[in-house]
């Protein structure tokens, strides 16, 4: 029950931290926020805030669209989000938010969609081993051979691995270390990679897990720390 943002996925590059270790990252260009409702108990039996992120033309909206954020007094958004809170009194129609909520935070958690590969066949897209490479079998090396029973059951179960579409599909990251923020930029660079690829949308919230994980800044410290500890012993 917190906040999140919306941004797009600029690409990858790497940040050297003080311990001279090179990390790679992944750079977040992120969206500010604008409240469109605020959503109380009362109202609706859960407290929450609408949230709209990225311009679009007014051209572009359906006309209830249009007449819902005439209604609102605000610019058109393209995206929609609803997000539950605990307390709805400090937030007001027309407020704006970024970056600012993750600021004491260590880790995020990242949605986004994967790279869609189009179709493809159960070696690529489930790991099959195929079928044999000789003896008998012919134009079916990578084929997945039976895919149901004879009379009972006579049907193909729901679920089953075969050939298909591969990729395009909504994956979560847990527990993603904040390497660094540029507030000014709206810039947000996060540990190691994130599905999809580049201009792709991606969802931010505060993590969900409560972790013990330390960040790479914490681990450093801790080694020093206990270096200079077996010094002091020495």
């Known amino acids: 029950m917190s906040l999140g943002l919306i941004g797009k996925k600029i690409g990858m590059t790497r940040e050297f931290m003080k311990s001279g270790q090179s990390v790679p990252v992944t750079v977040i260009k992120v969206e500010k926020g604008r409240v469109l409702d605020v959503i109380s108990h009362e109202k609706r039996g859960y407290n929450a805030v609408k949230v709209g992120f990225f311009k679009i033309k007014n051209s572009k909206l359906t006309k209830q669209m249009k007449g819902y954020f005439t209604k609102k007094n605000t610019e058109p958004k393209k995206i929609l989000k609803e997000f539950r809170v605990e307390k709805v009194e400090q937030f007001k129609e027309g407020n704006e938010f970024g970056l600012e909520i993750f600021k004491d935070k260590k880790f995020v958690d990242v949605k986004s969609k994967t790279i869609g590969k189009g179709f493809a066949g159960v070696m690529k897209r489930w790991n099959f081993g195929g079928l044999r490479a000789s003896h008998g079998v012919s134009v079916s090396h990578r084929s997945h051979g039976s895919t149901g029973q004879r009379q009972d059951p006579g049907k193909v179960f729901k679920g089953k ?7 395009d ?19 947000i660079y996060l540990r190691g990679s994130i599905p999809g690829s580049k201009n792709s949308t991606v969802y931010l919230r505060e993590s969900v897990k409560n972790t013990s994980k330390k960040t790479i800044l914490e681990k450093y410290e801790a080694k020093v720390k206990k270096a200079q500890a077996t010094k002091g012993k020495k």
Do not use: V
């Open 169 to 187: 599909k909504l994956r979560t990251m847990l527990n993603l270390e904040i390497i660094k923020s540029d507030m000014d930029n709206n810039l």
């Open 161 to 167: 691995k075969m050939a298909g579409h591969m990729g």
